[in-house]
């Protein structure tokens, strides 16, 4: 998918984050939890996202509980913590819900991985071109103020020792601010010494748009309008409260699922050709 | 043809609320004016521009480049590039605050500056976004763009990170970069104010023969102002050498070294390694001084000036036997009280890592450092020197190991960039900082600016003084605490031959009053002259700690150019002194 025009990309992250938020649903929401943390493994392998695991279960499980806890709309109770009824509606509902807010965490950490500020600068790049410049710039001088601000930091620590109270934050950010504006000077200087703001700027795309980002475009913009279509139609027909409507196996879980799964679907076929083409 | 042209130019700074505006090197008491500067670059020539530090190569370089002139008052003429573009040939006649009137267009494209700090050159997030930016400012489009950033990045090596964020390069590749970004706009002329100023022993080789390179293959002019000689010199046609304001000489290396010698033999100490222990012999061989190479202005030999031209001409010399020849082994320096006391600290198989998932930066690291001496720990960038000095002070700690100091002992750290240390309006307020802190008083304030040579800069802002008197009030600051062991990190980068002189001295001095220094650094030829005892470290590990003579002695490659130029010849020599000493 990295490989994609940033347009195929950020349209695929429209679509999927906003069906994951806006369906919330056992089935569905499980489907996009397995989807996005499918793909957040296929892009940073098993350990990272063993790492993240604790953190999404976690949100799972407070979800989960205190739904549960203190939400008793739902009319089978399983059991009762105290005077307090425990239903299994809520006890889905917070599930589902808690399922349904890891999926978007993933996603976006998926987007963070695939997408990056450079091409969504691309993309963006045309239509707000000072915008765009300005925050290249901004994300061009950020990590050189973090690292002055260690260094300071340390140096301080070594003259004096560790300081914590707020004189010295604020005195760290004065030095900071002012050995960064220091800096900036030269930064103005070169822009100025390759002629920035000679002339209209024009704007340098390092990606082109191939014949396999039409392909995939008009895929997606179909398996979405079809898992649009199929998501009003499941949730029409589905509530958790009073009773949990009963849940069985549905075509039309197979668009919305196709549309999530896209990105892997898509690696796949290129792994497949690659290790046909090798043969 | 010229590619720069000055002809009776003159320049000064606009004198403001009665105070002179320095910019810029303008931080001695009156900043850097230029009078009457007479100078021609030839098209295609590599010209290089020298002088102690503050006398105006700065302001000179600026002056060339419109966009960034300083404000000022000039006279004369000034032409650039002037029958490839007109801009040049405009006397512009004095009117304080103006800029000078060659039309901007052509020198935007045709003249490109390479500043001297490589970082805060860079202006995007990405590599080849850095590449484009120059071309995007000219509106070029962007087909053509990306041809010319692909050739670009190709011809310069770049290739490789293209993709990656400017902020994980190296400090090599940043300002390899900054030429690159600036040799995409196809300038014809590039000036060039201290590029290598802040760069290691390695990366600055590595630039200098990518400019090189771009002066033979493509032909564009280089006037590259420079304190590092040792590198720069066998590469130009033409040496500048500015004093005060103006050019006091203008010829070929060889003349150069010869006027230098003649003229100005406090400026002796800049020249290569091998120049001055060519120098230094003909001076103790003759007897008398300013003999030999400053007279012979037309001499069959020339002076040598690279390592190579350096071990020819001491391989002659003693054929002819004016330099004994390979007499003995000079005695190794033995301290006489190196192992008789309990070292002053101690580190025992220090481990560090930044973080769990990254490998360990230190492996195993043992170190005792004895009272009273300077050990410097040597070796390449990224190699772990600073972080191991870090761990020393106490700011990073050890993951396994220990670090032990003798009891009650203080520790003061000089970081690689003395900027980290100021936060003050001025020098005076902030050496006045910890004073109360640390018990001392104004007069002993005032007495250590005397002794540093600073008292004049007591109202000046920290930022405005120059490299080398930043290292020195960074370090009055340190020394104020009354610290037991210095530690210092790169202390010599972004110093001249002099500045560092002087940071010697200084290091004398404190070791004389009892205080152990620990040093790293990637300047051998520093730390030769300096240190007691050298470690090299390599892979996380201290290896060959030893006196430094017999450590550098021992080395092939990584030592000094005065043993690079004797190795097999005169044996043991590590210091222009060693050399003398066999005189």
């Not at chain 2, 009078?35 to 030839?42: A, C, G, K, R, Y």
């Not at chain 2, 490659?557 to 590590?574: D, K, M, N, S």
Request: charged share 15%.
């Amino acid at each position: 998918m990295k490989t994609y025009h940033p347009l195929v990309i950020f349209l695929f992250f429209v679509a999927a984050i906003a069906l994951t938020m806006c369906a919330l649903h056992p089935v569905l929401s499980v489907m996009a939890v397995a989807a996005a943390a499918a793909w957040a493994i296929c892009l940073k392998g098993c350990h990272a996202f063993l790492g993240m695991l604790g953190f999404y279960l976690g949100v799972v499980v407070v979800m989960t509980v205190f739904n549960a806890l203190f939400n008793t709309v739902g009319l089978t109770v399983l059991f009762y913590v105290g005077s307090m009824p425990v239903t299994a509606e809520a006890l889905v509902f917070g599930l589902s819900s808690g399922a349904l807010l890891v999926a978007v965490l993933t996603w976006f950490s998926c987007y963070q991985e695939v997408m990056g500020a450079d091409k969504f600068l691309a993309l963006f790049g045309r239509v707000l071109p000072t915008t765009s410049m300005m925050i290249t710039l901004v994300f061009g001088f950020i990590p050189g103020v973090l690292e002055r601000g260690r260094s300071i930091a340390n140096a301080r620590k070594a003259l004096v020792g560790e300081e914590k109270s707020l004189k010295a934050g604020v005195r760290l950010a004065s030095v900071l601010m002012g050995w960064s504006m220091e800096t900036g000077l030269i930064t103005a200087a070169s822009m100025k010494a390759r002629a920035y703001g000679s002339t209209q700027r024009s704007t340098y795309l390092n990606m082109r748009w191939t014949l396999r980002d039409t392909v995939a475009l008009v895929l997606l913009l179909a398996l979405t309008a079809a898992a649009v279509a199929a998501a009003v139609v499941t949730l029409s027909g589905f509530r958790f409260y009073p009773y949990l409507t009963p849940l069985h196996a549905d075509w039309l879980y197979a668009p919305y699922a196709l549309l999530l799964v896209l990105p892997l679907l898509l690696e796949g076929g290129e792994r497949l050709r690659w290790r046909l083409s090798s043969l | 043809m010229e590619a720069v042209e000055l002809i009776d130019f003159c320049f000064a700074y606009p004198v403001l609320d009665g105070r002179q505006a320095g910019a810029g090197e303008g931080f001695n008491q009156a900043p850097a004016a230029l009078e009457h500067v007479n100078l021609t670059v030839p098209v295609g020539s590599f010209t290089l521009l020298c002088g102690m530090t503050g006398s105006g190569k700065s302001t000179l370089l600026q002056c060339l480049k419109p966009e960034l002139a300083p404000v000022g008052t000039r006279s004369g003429i000034v032409r650039v590039l002037g029958e490839v573009q007109a801009l040049g040939s405009v006397a512009v006649t004095r009117e304080a605050g103006s800029s000078p009137g060659f039309s901007p267009e052509g020198s935007l494209v045709f003249v490109g500056f390479v500043l001297q700090d490589a970082e805060a050159q860079i202006v995007t997030d990405t590599v080849w976004h850095e590449l484009a930016f120059g071309l995007e400012n000219l509106g070029v489009p962007s087909n053509e763009i990306h041809r010319r950033v692909a050739e670009t990045a190709s011809y310069f090596g770049i290739a490789g990170w293209f993709e990656q964020k400017t902020s994980e390069l190296s400090g090599g590749q940043k300002q390899l970069l900054n030429l690159a970004a600036i040799m995409v706009m196809q300038p014809q002329l590039l000036l060039l104010d201290e590029p290598t100023a802040q760069l290691d022993p390695l990366a600055t080789k590595e630039f200098l023969a990518t400019l090189a390179r771009v002066n033979q293959e493509l032909g564009v002019t280089v006037l590259v102002a420079e304190h590092h000689l040792e590198d720069t010199l066998p590469l130009c046609d033409q040496v500048a050498f500015i004093g005060t304001g103006t050019i006091a000489f203008a010829g070929d290396a060889q003349a150069f070294i010869a006027w230098c010698a003649a003229k100005l033999p406090a400026f002796i100490p800049a020249l290569p390694a091998a120049t001055r222990l060519a120098l230094a012999a003909e001076q103790t061989g003759q007897g008398e001084p300013n003999s030999g190479y400053a007279l012979q202005e037309s001499r069959a030999t020339p002076c040598p000036i690279t390592v190579r031209e350096g071990r020819a001409w001491l391989t002659t010399r003693q054929a002819s036997s004016l330099l004994p020849g390979c007499v003995k082994e000079l005695e190794p320096l033995v301290h006489p009280a190196s192992h008789d006391k309990a070292p002053l600290l101690v580190a025992r198989q220090l481990w560090f890592g930044y973080g769990r998932t990254l490998p360990p930066v230190l492996r195993g690291i043992e170190l005792k450092v004895q009272r009273g001496r300077v050990h410097a720990i040597v070796g390449a960038n990224g190699s772990g020197k600073s972080t191991l000095l870090s761990v020393l002070a106490g700011v990073h700690r050890p993951q396994r190991g220990k670090v032990t100091l003798q009891e009650s002992l203080r520790l003061a750290t000089l970081p690689q960039d003395p900027k980290a240390l100021f936060c003050h309006d001025t020098l005076l307020q902030d050496l006045m900082e910890n004073s109360k802190r640390f018990d001392y008083h104004r007069l002993e304030i005032e007495a250590l600016m005397e002794s540093f040579g600073l008292a004049a800069y007591a109202h000046r802002h920290p930022y405005d003084l120059s490299a080398g008197e930043q290292q020195k009030a960074a370090l009055a600051k340190l020394l104020l605490l009354k610290p037991d062991i210095l530690l210092l990190d790169e202390p010599t980068k972004g110093l001249d031959a002099f500045a560092k002189q002087e940071l010697h001295g200084f290091l004398d001095m404190q070791t004389e009053r009892g205080s152990t220094i620990v040093l790293v650094s990637h300047d051998l030829d520093f730390v030769a002259e300096c240190a007691d005892t050298c470690s090299l470290l390599f892979n996380g590990e201290l290896v060959g700690t030893a006196p430094t003579h017999g450590f550098f002695a021992g080395n092939l490659f990584y030592t000094t150019a005065i043993e690079r130029i004797t190795q097999g010849i005169l044996p043991g020599c590590v210091t222009l002194k060693d050399v003398l000493a066999h005189e």
